[in-house]
């Protein structure tokens, strides 16, 4: 089942801050954040793989949740070179069979 | 430079006709994925592949046909049986070690009319 985030679309002006979360019925391993332009293929943000992790880079940093199974992405003083549709990816322990699993997405736009 | 390569980048059929997309790493990865995106969509896996000689299907594989003889190569063969194949195609690869990156392709557009 597709892990749902939300929201589904946010308008920020340049530098102001944005929260975009990450939920899944399953219990996780791992989350993964990709940003993806229009047109272009989804580039990896960061991966989190222990419950409670956090991790940054620059101003967009994440936090995993394990027992809510749930993640955030957080992104602080935003530039217009954040525009785009942010998706996470949900892996679930089966095993050796890894796969990912996409949310729908959260499509952001920054304006001046 | 390591990556994934896909080609072509837009390809146009006819109904009716299969059509192979190209999925090409350098990166030494075990495994390997296809996606469909549709517009305004998230990522739908169609198969993936951990080790060569073997493939698993994915949340939408009707339609869909792959092989992996290679390392290196994931060819995605889109079927006549296929109702809907317009879309965006996205192929990725992972290690199964170490870095769990998961590294996309730049995608092939794919319209049939």
């Known amino acids: ?107 952001l736009q920054v304006t001046l | 430079d390591g990556g994934i390569t896909q080609s072509p980048k837009y390809l146009f059929r006819k109904e009716g006709q299969n059509v192979t997309l190209s999925c090409e790493q350098n990166l030494n990865h075990d495994a390997m994925y296809w996606y469909r995106q549709d517009p305004g969509q998230g990522l739908r896996l169609i198969y993936y592949s951990q080790i060569v000689n073997d493939f698993q299907k994915g949340d939408i594989a009707e339609g869909y046909s792959v092989s992996r003889e290679k390392k290196e190569s994931f060819p995605l063969t889109v079927t006549s049986a296929q109702k809907n194949p317009t879309a965006f195609y996205l192929c990725a690869s992972r290690s199964r070690t170490g870095d769990y990156e998961q590294y996309f392709g730049p995608g092939t557009r794919l319209t049939v009319t």
């Open chain 1, 1 to 107: 089942q597709q892990p749902v985030q939300s929201p589904q679309a946010v308008i920020l002006r340049e530098g102001e801050d944005a929260v975009i979360n990450c939920s899944s019925s399953k219990a996780l391993y791992s989350v993964h954040w990709y940003r993806q332009k229009h047109g272009e293929a989804p580039v990896f943000l960061m991966i989190l793989l222990k419950g409670g992790e956090q991790k940054g880079h620059e101003k967009i940093s994440a936090s995993f949740n394990e027992k809510k199974q749930q993640s955030s992405l957080y992104l602080t003083a935003s530039q217009l070179s954040y525009s785009g549709t942010y998706f996470c990816g949900t892996e679930t322990p089966t095993g050796t069979a890894s796969k990912l699993t996409f949310g729908t997405g959260t499509r």
